[in-house]
């Protein structure tokens, strides 16, 4: 679930893979392998959430109110 609201939401913000890494402070190919399934640590799921503005239950799929509280 993840790897698609990541996608999901990169293509909702019209950005590119390298340009959501940049912003979290990763690399292209690090954000690429959460694209590809691969589960990341805490500071990055927050920053994730930070910079597409929505929940980590959102992003995780636990909720599918994308809305931060």
Same mark, same amino acid.
């Given at each position: 679930?993840?790897?698609? $609201?990541? !996608?999901?939401?990169? !293509? @909702?913000?019209? %950005?590119?893979?390298?340009? %959501?890494?940049?912003? /979290?402070? /990763?690399?292209? $190919?690090? &954000?690429?392998?959460?694209?590809?399934?691969?589960?990341?640590?805490?500071?990055?799921?927050?920053?994730?959430?930070? &910079?597409?503005? %929505?929940? /980590?239950? &959102? @992003? %995780?799929? $636990?909720?599918?109110?994308? !809305? $931060? &509280?």
């Amino acid at each position: 679930m993840l790897s698609l $609201r990541l !996608k999901e939401l990169r !293509k @909702i913000h019209n %950005v590119t893979q390298k340009q %959501v890494a940049a912003a /979290i402070s /990763i690399t292209e $190919r690090n &954000y690429q392998r959460l694209e590809s399934g691969e589960n990341p640590n805490y500071c990055t799921l927050n920053a994730l959430a930070d &910079y597409f503005n %929505v929940s /980590i239950d &959102y @992003i %995780v799929g $636990r909720s599918d109110d994308p !809305k $931060r &509280y």
